[in-house]
C-alpha cells in the first residue's frame, strides 16, 4: 500500500472507532463500559498517531512501498505517542490551549524518532537552527490549524451530533495531523540532508 493511501486508511479508520465510541450516545459515568470507551477512544488515537508519525517520514523519503509493516518495526515512535499524548492530555486538563504546545514538540521530535534518531530533542533542534524561519512559520500553521480544528469540532457538535458529528471531526483532526506530520517531517529530512 503506498504511503499517502495508508495514510487516509488511518484516518478513517481512526474516525471510524472514535465514531463508534459514542454510539447510544454514552453517558459518563463510572462503569466499566464507559472505562472501555474511553481506553478505545485513548488507543485509536496513539496508534494513529504511531502509524502517521512512521509513514510520514516514509512519504517525505519516496519510499511508501511497505510503510505500514515499517510503523510495527518503529516501537520508539509508539513510546513517544504514549508519552506525548498522555502529556497533552494533562494540559488540556489544565486549560484546553496547551496541548498546542506539546503538539509543536510531538511534530518536531516525532520525525527524528521514526528516522531512529537516538537523541530527537538534539535532531529537533538542528531541524530549527537549520531552518527557522520555515519552523517559524510552520509553528503558525499549526497553532492555527489547532485552533481551526477546534473551531470545526465546536460547529459540528452545535449542528451535526452523534455519530456522525465524531466521525467527520475525527476524520478532520486525522487529515490536519497527517498533513502537518507530512510537512514537518519534510523540514526534518531537509535538515538532515544538509
Excluded: E
Excluded at 487516509?8 to 465510541?21: C, D, R, Y
Excluded at 453517558?27 to 474511553?38: D, H
Excluded at 489547532?146 to 459540528?156: C, H, K, S, T
Amino acid at each position: 500500500m503506498r504511503g499517502s493511501a495508508v495514510l487516509a486508511a488511518v484516518v478513517v479508520v481512526s474516525a471510524l472507532i472514535q465514531a463508534l465510541t459514542v454510539l447510544g450516545d454514552p453517558v459518563p459515568t463510572s462503569s466499566l463500559g464507559f472505562t472501555g470507551l474511553i481506553l478505545a477512544s485513548v488507543a485509536a488515537v496513539v496508534l494513529a498517531l504511531w502509524i502517521t508519525a512512521s509513514t510520514a517520514l516514509d512519504v517525505v523519503d519516496g519510499n511508501a512501498s511497505g510503510a505500514l509493516s515499517r510503523a510495527w518495526r518503529r516501537p520508539r515512535v509508539l513510546a513517544w505517542c504514549v508519552v506525548l499524548t498522555g502529556v497533552a492530555v494533562a494540559l488540556a486538563i489544565l486549560f484546553p490551549l496547551l496541548p498546542a504546545i506539546v503538539i509543536l514538540v510531538a511534530l518536531l521530535i516525532l520525525p527524528s524518532v521514526a528516522d531512529g534518531q537516538r537523541n530527537p530533542f538534539h535532531a529537533a533542534l538542528a531541524t530549527v537552527r537549520q531552518f527557522p524561519g520555515r519552523c517559524a512559520v510552520a509553528a503558525v500553521v499549526t497553532i492555527l490549524a489547532y485552533v481551526l480544528a477546534w473551531v470545526v469540532a465546536l460547529v459540528l457538535g452545535f449542528f451535526v451530533t452523534g455519530v456522525l458529528a465524531a466521525f467527520v471531526t475525527w476524520l478532520w483532526f486525522g487529515a490536519t495531523a497527517s498533513v502537518l506530520l507530512v510537512y514537518w517531517s519534510r523540514l526534518y529530512r531537509r535538515a538532515a540532508l544538509i
